[in-house]
């Protein structure tokens, strides 16, 4: 199973911006697809952004997009999800995601491709 690691969850008024950062150890991220998934209270998870091994990136179309920008910085071995516009809707626990085999498909409809997990970084949008 491989080590992800998120921070840089926290408090946010509305319209306020946070940045998410998944860091990897013990592999080569940019080997792997990596997800975004976000599970608010009393909801299923949901798949909003992920990057793939050769940077194509896709994000969930109805909340995210044009609002989240997701970027990969091979030398510090991270993933960051820069979140824009945010509204009370975005408050959840965010989590990133990796897929067993490298250069795997980056997916976001759904969670079954991805093996290993972060312990997930909590994002509260509220006045």
């Known amino acids: 199973q491989l080590h992800l690691v998120e921070s840089g969850g926290g408090l946010v008024q509305p319209g306020g911006s946070l940045r998410l950062s998944c860091t990897a150890s013990?592999?080569?991220?940019?080997?792997?697809?990596i997800g975004w998934f976000r599970q608010a209270p009393g909801k299923e998870r949901e798949g909003i952004s992920c990057?793939?091994?050769?940077?194509?990136?896709?994000y969930r179309e109805d909340s995210v997009k044009g609002r989240f920008t997701i970027t990969r910085d091979s030398a510090k071995n991270t993933v960051y999800l820069q979140m824009n516009s945010l509204n009370p809707e975005d408050t959840a626990v965010y989590y990133c995601a990796a897929p067993a085999s490298r250069f795997g498909r980056c997916v976001i409809d759904g969670d079954s491709e991805y093996a290993s997990w972060g312990q997930g970084t909590q994002v509260t949008v509220s006045s």
């Open positions: 990057i793939s091994s050769s940077g194509r990136t896709k």
């Open positions: 013990g592999f080569t991220l940019e080997d792997y697809s």
